[in-house]
């Protein structure tokens, strides 16, 4: 195998891995699209938020790692139903420009308040994997990553099965494919709803640890979020298998990129190339690669 | 603005759509303008100049983003980026062809309703989420490009040092005369925004809003008119920048980032959509809010934290207590401060008698 392909090799497994981790968020704002048209601004800020949890609770002397994770997943999931309650709920029915901003609005409070409850400084999330890189073929990638790689994965495999088998999985595919139809077939919609924004925080929650771990937790870390957009937007907003494969592309063209345009350029370009793909796939094809073509023309 | 008849006695539409709605109108604009122009600046200390100077610049960028999200009904998260375009761009005419700030102003104006046009393009397409998303990108790779390119941003920190404006030798380098300056450009700003909203253009805006597929069969081009929203309002958000430059004697891109384009949304939304005065009102409740915060901090909240920490504190709760109120407001009063402005207003039309 010659350098050059060994190279690129590297790049994309590389991309690959961070990838799916993207996807791994991307899934918490899709599943809250899907089933209830909302979207949510502040997925990066569930992730930080998240992540805090976690640090914190790690903080205290003695206490075992999935403690803190059993007690993330319960808070995320009080905080997404308490979140679907007092703001969205109220919000049903209003333009879609109201959802937005509101959800905008949350992402400003998160951010905001998050640091003076929590304090500040950038906390470490410390995982039991090691700091030894996994070689895997031409590419030696952290072991953060591919745990991140491989949850992101599993809960894919995971919400496949909800949504195919579980009766509630279909209950809110048919809130999602119609809401008054759905309500005419006795099925609780509003509780449909909160189910949803609870998943979108387990999701978050996961996210939080594994992204908390590979970045360290502070503010900062909400920035993830504006990677989602990119992922959601090329895999289809409405579309769980979207996001997985939206997130390996975008992890790929921006390993990519950086691999080869950085030493031109300076560096940064790793911020730039998944928004200018964003901005084609917008002109070209809005609706992204699985999403349903129900985008209103204008 | 203050008196008003004790009922809707308007029988043309020219009666409806005039600047003054009763005589009495012009007396309180004079009122307003004797108060701004005489006394404020006479007796006022120069460190409340300062402040209202900062509401005069907010006042116009909050005007533009109202015209574009208020009266059009189109989104932009990327207007702190359109700003940024007409500040670094009146800053390297200013610094390296030395031009006057009567140039450098409509300059900067034009090239950031130049980018706005590119951005909003998608809105020709797309809308709601969508829109919403790609300025959300446009904000993102204008802010990467300014940084990244040394010919824009001027190297060293990505910041351009510029002289105050000066005029026929005067130089507006006080907060005394800044004070004028400022104040002239939002007062123009206000008027241009009232006299839009009430003309052929302006009523075309609120249809594409209100119903874009009717706006359209009555034979409104929404293509067109969406595009030259965009224009208007990051012109508006161009002059902005310029003004921030020049108050401020440097373009700096730390002062354009995404925070700011939530800021400005959070302006219109607690001031009011679609309406010049709550662009006013919310302008000044967002530019003074930070210092009541501060002054609050500085007293109560030296029991809880440190020195140290009290920068990142305030900083926080600012943009806390900002997410708090758009929420707060989006459910409660999604007309904002300008509703409660008219109800309280509407309550003392026939007061007492107001049964």
């Known amino acids: 195998m010659s350098e050059d392909l060994e190279f690129a090799l590297a790049l994309v497994l590389n991309g690959a891995s961070i990838g799916l981790m993207y996807s791994l968020i991307a899934l918490g704002f899709v599943l809250v699209y899907k089933a209830t048209d909302a979207i949510n601004f502040a997925q990066g800020e569930f992730v930080m938020l998240a992540g805090l949890i976690v640090a914190v609770v790690l903080g205290f002397e003695g206490a075992p ?47 905001g308040l998050g640091p003076v409850i929590f304090g500040s400084e950038t906390r470490a999330v410390s995982l039991p994997i090691g700091d030894e890189p996994i070689v895997l073929g031409p590419a030696s990638l952290p072991p953060i990553q591919v745990l991140g790689a491989v949850v ?43 189910l949803a924004w609870a998943m979108a925080g387990v999701v978050s929650a996961l996210g939080g640890v ?83 073509r129900k985008i209103e023309r204008v | 603005m203050f008196h008003r008849e004790s009922g ?27 108060i701004f122009i005489v006394i404020i600046p006479l007796t006022v200390h ?51 062809l030395g031009l006057p700030f009567w140039i450098t ?33 446009g904000q993102l790779i204008i802010e990467w490009t300014i940084n990244r390119v040394p010919a824009i941003s001027g190297g060293a920190q990505a910041s351009i040092e510029v002289d105050r404006p000066s005029l026929f030798g005067f130089s507006f380098n006080t907060q005394g005369s800044l004070y004028f300056f400022l104040l002239f450009f939002a007062v123009l700003a206000i008027v241009a925004t009232l006299n839009l909203a009430r003309s052929r253009i302006g009523r075309a805006f609120v249809a594409v809003r209100d119903q874009d597929i009717a706006a359209e069969i009555i034979g409104i081009n929404i293509y067109r008119y969406k595009l030259l929203a965009f224009a208007i309002s990051s012109f508006y958000a161009g002059v902005c920048g310029v003004l ?34 709550g662009s006013i009102l919310g302008a000044v409740f967002v530019t003074l809010l930070p210092i009541v915060i501060r002054i609050f901090m500085e007293d109560v909240g030296s029991l809880f934290f440190t020195t140290a920490e009290m920068a990142n504190v305030i ?41």
């Open chain 1, 65 to 111: 790692l999935i403690a803190a994770i059993v007690i993330v997943v319960a808070v995320m999931i009080g905080f997404g139903f308490g979140l679907e309650r007092v703001v969205l709920r109220p919000l049903l029915g209003r333009p879609v420009v109201a959802v937005i901003m509101a959800t905008i609005g949350l992402a400003a409070m998160l951010r």
């Open chain 1, 152 to 194: 992101a994965i599993l809960l894919f495999l995971a919400f496949n099965w909800f949504f195919k088998k579980s009766r509630m999985g279909v209950a809110m595919r048919a809130v999602a494919d119609n809401q008054q139809v759905a309500q005419a077939m006795g099925i609780n919609v509003e509780r449909y709803f909160a």
């Open chain 1, 210 to 292: 594994v992204w908390g771990s590979m970045l360290g937790v502070d503010v900062h870390l909400a920035l993830v979020g504006l990677k989602v957009f990119p992922v959601v937007i090329l895999g289809g907003l409405d579309s769980i298998g979207g996001a997985l494969v939206g997130g390996l592309i975008i992890g790929i063209v921006e390993s990519l990129a950086a691999g080869y345009l950085d030493p031109y350029v300076g560096g940064g370009t790793k911020d730039f190339a998944p928004y200018v793909l964003m901005i084609l796939v917008l002109m070209i094809r809005p609706y992204g690669i699985f999403g349903k």
């Open chain 2, 8 to 34: 809707i006695f308007k029988t043309t539409y020219a009666a409806d759509a005039a600047l003054y709605p009763l005589p009495v109108a012009k007396w309180t604009v004079a009122a307003l303008a004797l």
């Open chain 2, 46 to 96: 120069e460190y409340y100049l300062s402040i209202l100077n900062l509401i005069f610049i907010a006042i116009v960028g909050a005007l533009g983003l109202n015209i574009l999200v208020g009266y059009t009904g189109q989104i932009s998260i990327g207007h702190a980026a359109f700003m940024s375009v007409g500040a670094y761009t009146a800053a390297n005419l200013a610094v390296k």
């Open chain 2, 105 to 137: 102003l409509p300059a900067g104006g034009l090239m950031a309703a130049a980018i706005g046009v590119l951005v909003g393009m998608p809105s020709l397409r797309i809308k709601g989420l969508y829109l919403a998303i790609a300025t959300l990108a």
């Open chain 2, 244 to 277: 921030y430059t020049y108050y401020f004697g440097i373009a700096n891109y730390e002062q354009f980032q995404l925070i700011v384009s939530i800021d400005y949304l959070a302006m219109i939304i607690i001031g009011g959509l679609g309406s010049v005065l």
């Open chain 2, 315 to 355: 900083s926080g709760l600012r943009l806390g207590v900002f997410g708090g109120l758009i929420i707060f407001f989006l459910i409660v009063e999604p007309e904002g401060l300008n509703r409660l402005w008219r109800n309280i207003r509407s309550y003392f039309r026939v007061w007492p008698f107001s049964y």
